[in-house]
């Protein structure tokens, strides 16, 4: 028990003054600390008295100890911050602040007034959320006594995404300690000392030469309209903040977009989330541009005489109805997008397998999630709670299969420094001879998709004879040990062998966790790889560790949703007689037994197709008839008879879910552009059209109410996993006729838009190497 | 470049707090912490090379620009201030084209303020290399900087 004022409060141990009064809702002005942050000191204004010890002591480095008597708030304490605040102002543009007329101004002034030099709160981006403003308000400065002094630095506008002015810096290094202690990068520095310190990069090179990775995690912590991005910094106070996710990739961070005239205007990330209030520079600074665009599809369209012409929705509708008509129900194919929500894929795969009669329903990313869904299901026992990414922090190991992971603006590159710091090593393994291992690797192997999986099966070796007993329980046991026992060492090579030994090494006794991306998997067998990942995972005793990086935003959750040709809704197989008629029974209709997957569809298998997002056009063959549901024009338009305009994810509500198997709610933000509609109503009303029963959906929630119904493991909201099953092993032989694939350099892309091609400043950043 | 930095890192192995020492021997060798010689730095200690360079540039004893051939210093100190310090250094400034702190282009002359050269009785005083100056004015400053600009170094 504490006194704060007179008042007695519990506290926790451990926590600072601060944190503790803050909990008790009591005001302490601050401009230095941070939640995120450790404290630093450096502002001196959450200055307390506490009994018995001298002089004014920082509550944000003060621990609480039992029994301390605190004053917040006195007219002693209100001086002396005073004046620290008043020589804080000596240095910031302070007119306003302490300007007579300030209340009277604030009425006429809506926003801030765009200017080239900041000098004064009326031309500040940052006016209606300035943290200095805050503190000023609340000691009620009337004067600065001191002698204002203009820095007079140069405005730093060079560098993507964010512009930099530190005539309008205070010096509390949030944005140093954000990127060196959080994120890890240390793109910015105290330089210089006294009067002349900066926050600044070295010899001020540019931030794109300075491995800076425009995550803008330093522009979500400044307390000043020092740092402020470029995109969003004119619009002034917000008409509404929506609460949601973004789709760019499948990390699945949380944000808070921030929407005026219906347009998303900047996208703030969320603390709740699971990277923390850690994005990347493509959440964090181009959904605005991304999706604003104004080429955006707004009709729907139907091809005549050789033309697009804009129609109205019943139209389409029937002419997409009748066209499908014409076809057999095995000549029409189905790409689900992996951008698209839960509910959309939901009812497109319900709409393929009831209204078409077709299992011909696929993702463009196939290659990398099929592989990948047959292992889990396969193998996946209960995980825990609170999800890979923050179990990340406590691995004791991280191999990363894939330098994008490792790229600097990557969200989950927090996670990993954290472990990192904790003392886990981290081992990175890819194929570019040339690149340099990025600083905080440990170990860079270099080894192609193959060698690879050679180090994997000699890792599994070595670790399931230092503790046989460990994975006894395991399913496939028996079928595992032979596989051990039959492996011939002398197979894999001389080089791996070293490479073996030193892996093992850091990894056995220990948990950890494996990253990677599509490109680990290039190769004739894929499953073998994601085989032996979850081999090593079961091994270490952390069968939770795996972790793959989806570019898709939603690939995880349209797999879940049975948007594949091998499985239905929950993981169900299409082959499996028995389990699919509880679907045939709640849908009302048999189910097909086979489909074609991606690249049957495109490579002529289909006759009619049915897009959801924008595929390469080169690979099509022998489309009679091809629908794009998009939200973007794009070049495969040309070959397009319907085209129908699509919500993008912020203009829909829905579920989706994240890398880690976390179902989150995204909520519509904006309204869509012109007829643009989400995509899972395109769809009802297509069945509709059809004839199909079962497509009265009233609203997103209703289908979120179907699938829980139909896939059991998903819930509600947050971490799904299978209940009670315990980890399974896999019989593995060194095969000699893998062939590796060739790599593809990754895709930026959201549906029918490419983030490197709309977005200038992510293209300067992707040019430079730092994305 | 990069092996002789390793050279010096090696001296310090494992020690913790080291990079001041480090950048010391650095400067020693090359004379100043060029900007290749801070990145080379940062990669073989791991640490990002703003870092670094934010270390560095707290301390005036680390230059960042290459040293001249010879080395001006000007005394800004009491007893030069007073008798017109600001005068010589603007002069010397004016004369050789820098400010204090840099580099001329063609390397023959750097320019440093300095506080006190502890010969207050020859205020004011400027000092070249190892050469001290007293109770110089603006005319005698341009001979002397053309003596050692045409002599290459050796005082007439």
Not at chain 1, 152 to 167: C, G
Not at chain 1, 320 to 337: C, H, P, R, Y
Request: with cysteine; charged share 25%.
């Amino acid at each position: 028990m504490i006194t704060i004022n007179g008042k007695k409060i519990t506290y926790k141990e451990g926590k600072t003054v601060l944190e503790t009064a803050r909990d008790a809702g009591i005001y302490i002005p601050s401009l230095c600390t941070h939640q995120e942050l450790e404290p630093f000191g450096a502002c001196r204004l959450c200055i307390v008295k506490i009994e018995g010890m001298q002089g004014f002591p920082t509550s944000c480095t003060t621990v609480v100890r039992d029994g301390m008597v605190i004053i917040t708030e006195d007219e002693e304490l209100q001086k002396v911050r005073r004046n620290v605040l008043e020589m804080l102002l000596s240095e910031h543009p302070n007119t306003c602040i302490v300007c007579k007329d300030k209340s009277e101004c604030e009425e006429c002034h809506f926003g801030p007034t765009k200017a080239g030099r900041v000098t004064g709160c009326n031309f500040c981006p940052n006016k209606e959320i300035c943290e200095v403003r805050e503190v000023a308000d609340y000691l009620g400065l009337e004067d600065v006594r001191l002698l204002f002094e203009y820095k007079n630095l140069p405005l730093e506008r060079d560098d993507p995404f964010f512009d930099r002015d530190y005539n309008l810096c205070i010096l509390c290094g949030r944005c140093v300690r954000v990127c060196q202690d959080i994120r890890g990068r240390g793109t910015l520095a105290f330089t210089q000392r006294s009067h002349r310190t900066k926050i600044s990069t070295a010899f001020d090179k540019l931030h794109l030469d300075s491995e800076c990775g425009f995550c803008g995690a330093c522009v979500d912590v400044c307390p000043t309209g020092a740092l402020s991005a470029r995109g969003s910094k004119w619009y002034g106070d917000a008409d509404s903040c929506t609460d949601s996710a973004c789709l760019l990739c499948s990390v699945g961070c949380t944000f808070s977009f921030e929407s005026k005239w219906n347009r998303v205007m900047a996208a703030i990330p969320r603390r709740d989330g699971s990277t923390g209030g850690q994005a990347c520079s493509r959440g964090r600074f181009c959904i605005p541009q991304l999706l604003n665009g104004s080429d955006r599809l707004k009709q729907p369209m139907i091809r005549k005489n050789g033309k697009l012409i804009p129609v109205n929705w019943d139209e389409a509708m029937t002419y997409v109805a009748e066209k499908l008509k014409k076809f057999t129900n095995d000549k029409i194919g189905i790409i689900a997008s992996p951008s698209l929500t839960n509910e959309s894929a939901y009812t497109l795969q319900k709409f393929a397998r009831v209204a078409l009669h077709t299992n011909n329903i696929d993702v463009p990313t196939s290659d990398f999630t099929s592989p990948i869904m047959k292992t889990i299901v396969a193998s996946s026992s209960a995980i825990s709670n609170e999800g890979k990414i923050k179990n990340l922090e406590k691995a004791k190991w991280i191999i990363v299969l894939g330098r994008r992971i490792f790229l600097p603006s990557s969200a989950l590159n927090p996670s990993i420094y954290r472990a990192k710091k904790k003392g886990a090593k981290i081992i990175l393994i890819d194929n570019e001879t040339k690149a340099k291992a990025p600083r905080n690797v440990d170990v860079n192997l270099k080894l192609g998709v193959i060698q690879t999986l050679n180090l994997f099966y000699g890792i599994i070796y070595k670790l399931f004879n230092a503790n046989p007993n460990l994975v006894k329980d395991c399913v496939n046991y028996g079928a595992f040990v032979k596989s051990v026992k039959n492996m011939d060492k002398n197979k894999l090579g001389k080089d791996i062998s070293k490479q073996v030994e030193k892996i093992t090494k850091i990894i056995e006794n220990s948990k950890g966790c494996i990253i990677f991306d599509q490109g680990a998997l290039r190769c004739s067998n894929p499953e073998a790889i994601v085989n032996a990942i979850m081999n090593i995972l079961i091994l270490s005793g952390n069968p939770d560790g795996v972790i793959p990086y989806y570019d898709g935003g939603n690939d995880q959750g349209i797999c879940d949703m049975g948007a594949t040709h091998q499985y239905l809704p929950g993981y169900t197989m299409i082959s499996d007689s028995a389990s699919i008629k509880k679907f045939e029974k709640l849908w009302g209709t048999t189910l097909p037994k086979k489909g074609k997957n991606y690249r049957e569809m495109l490579d002529g298998g289909v006759k009619a197709l049915y897009l959801t997002e924008a595929v390469p056009e080169k690979k099509l063959r022998n489309i009679e008839f091809l629908i794009l549901q998009d939200i973007y024009p794009s070049k495969i338009m040309d070959k397009a008879d319907v085209v129908l305009p699509a919500c993008a994810f912020t203009e829909e509500s829905g579920t989706v879910t994240s890398l880690e198997r976390r179902v989150q709610k995204i909520t519509q933000a904006v309204e869509g552009p012109g007829l643009a509609k989400p995509d899972w109503k395109i769809i009802c009303d297509l069945a509709k059209k059809m004839g199909t029963k079962g497509f009265d959906y009233k609203s997103h929630q209703h289908i979120f109410r179907e699938i829980k119904e139909t896939v059991p493991f998903i819930s509600s909201e947050g971490i799904w996993s299978f209940k009670d099953k315990p980890p399974r092993l896999f019989p593995f032989t060194i095969e000699e006729k893998i062939n590796e694939l060739p790599s593809t350099p990754p895709r930026y892309h959201y549906r029918g838009a490419d983030i490197v091609e709309r977005v200038d400043d992510f293209r300067i950043q992707i040019e430079k190497g730092g994305a | 470049m990069k092996s002789e930095i390793k050279k010096i890192i090696k001296l310090f192995k494992d020690k913790k707090g080291a990079l001041i020492s480090i950048l010391q021997e650095v400067q020693k060798k090359y004379g100043y912490l060029s900007s290749e010689a801070i990145s080379a730095l940062a990669e073989e200690l791991k640490i990002s090379e703003n870092e670094i360079y934010g270390v560095a540039t707290f301390y005036t004893q680390f230059k960042f620009t290459k040293p001249g051939n010879h080395q001006v210093k000007v005394c800004l100190g009491t007893a030069c201030h007073v008798r017109g310090g600001h005068g010589i250094m603007e002069t010397v400034e004016r004369q050789l084209n820098i400010k204090h702190g840099e580099t001329t282009k063609d390397s023959q002359f750097s320019l440093e303020r300095v506080a006190c050269m502890g010969c207050c009785a020859l205020a004011p005083v400027m000092v070249v290399d190892n050469d001290i100056f007293g109770k110089i004015t603006s005319t005698k400053v341009k001979n002397i900087l053309n003596d050692y600009n045409r002599n290459g170094g050796k005082k007439q």
